[in-house]
């Protein structure tokens, strides 16, 4: 089925979406983007973005870093996304891709003096791991200081640091890639956030170990004390603990809650799936459908609810 985008203040083909060869962004890296979730609740014949306001949020913030002044208010874009999503009236997982941008068609490195645009396209997309357990490798690429770029942003540009890092380890054989900070301690894959679980505690890098604030990180720290009464230890994470650790496991809003069971060729823990693991994975699993609604706060429902939804 084809898809739509919503670009230059109007939902067109996806086919026909496009911008000049000049484009700012295009030529250094002036854009910032966020990746969001919708997720086809088949009993229910509903598809619900998950955390619409929240990635809208650490978008307009972003925006403020780069010098972008969008014509767009917060409710704005989020409607403007939900209906970008009827529109293209998919009935399976979706991903959804606003990017900020500076659109004017000029070179010259700086960040002053530019029209900034905003664009945003949803197409069918479904596991970014595509895997059950995922095996990982620490790359030898590392993540940047605070002061190269600000690591709080989804700015485009600094994405070639994460698929350097990609795509050395899966071309030695591995799924996914762990980075670590400037420092050495433990920072983030190249598209997730990390947990680990060591003595029975749910642990995580913290933010000043260059890594983003993911979104699915705070909903499963959320989870975990909510559901659980298991809290989360932001704290930094040596290379050797990954190896020794009980349970590992990465979040994103690409890669939801994908387990970690072998690292640089280790098994972690028993290579299987571990107890707080699975349950956290369980657990977010039926509130991204919309199936718990304790938080239905997360999900915003695209299609009206007096619809009927046959396909």
């Known amino acids: 089925m084809p ?22 962004a295009l030529h250094y890296g002036t854009a910032l983007f966020e990746g969001i979730r919708g997720n086809w609740n088949n009993e229910q014949k ?49 991903y959804i891709r606003p990017l900020a941008y ?93 947990f680990v679980v060591i003595d029975g505690k749910l642990i995580t890098p913290p933010s000043y170990n260059s890594i983003l604030m993911g979104i699915t990180r705070n909903t499963v720290i959320e989870l975990a004390r909510a559901e659980f009464n298991v809290d989360t230890l932001e704290r930094p994470i040596e290379r050797s603990e990954l190896y020794t650790s009980q349970e590992c496991f990465m979040t994103g809003t690409a890669a939801h809650l994908t387990p970690v069971t072998e690292v640089d060729r280790r098994k972690i823990g028993d290579g299987e799936i571990g107890p707080i693991t699975k349950k956290l994975q369980k657990a977010y699993s039926e509130v991204i459908k919309g199936n718990n609604p304790k938080y239905s706060r997360w999900c915003t429902p695209v299609y009206p609810a007096t619809a009927k939804r046959t396909k």
């Open 3 to 24: 898809s739509y985008a919503y670009i230059r203040k109007e939902i067109v083909p996806l086919a026909e979406a496009k911008i000049g060869v000049m484009t700012h």
């Open 46 to 94: 509903q598809m619900y973005i998950f955390r619409l306001k929240e990635h809208y949020e650490r978008l307009l913030n972003g925006c403020r870093v780069l010098k972008m002044d969008l014509p767009y208010t917060l409710d704005d874009l989020c409607r403007i996304t939900v209906e970008l999503a009827q529109k293209c009236d998919f009935h399976e997982d979706i």
């Open 102 to 194: 500076k659109s004017s068609e000029a070179l010259g490195v700086r960040l002053h003096d530019l029209e900034s645009d905003f664009l945003v396209f949803a197409i069918p997309w479904g596991r970014y791991l595509d895997v059950d357990k995922a095996r990982v490798a620490f790359a030898s690429w590392r993540r940047p200081d605070a002061n190269v770029i600000p690591p709080q942003c989804k700015i485009t540009g600094i994405y070639v640091n994460n698929a350097f890092a990609k795509t050395e380890v899966v071309q030695n054989g591995f799924d996914e890639a762990i980075m670590l900070s400037p420092d050495g301690h433990i920072s983030e894959g190249s598209g997730e956030n990390i």
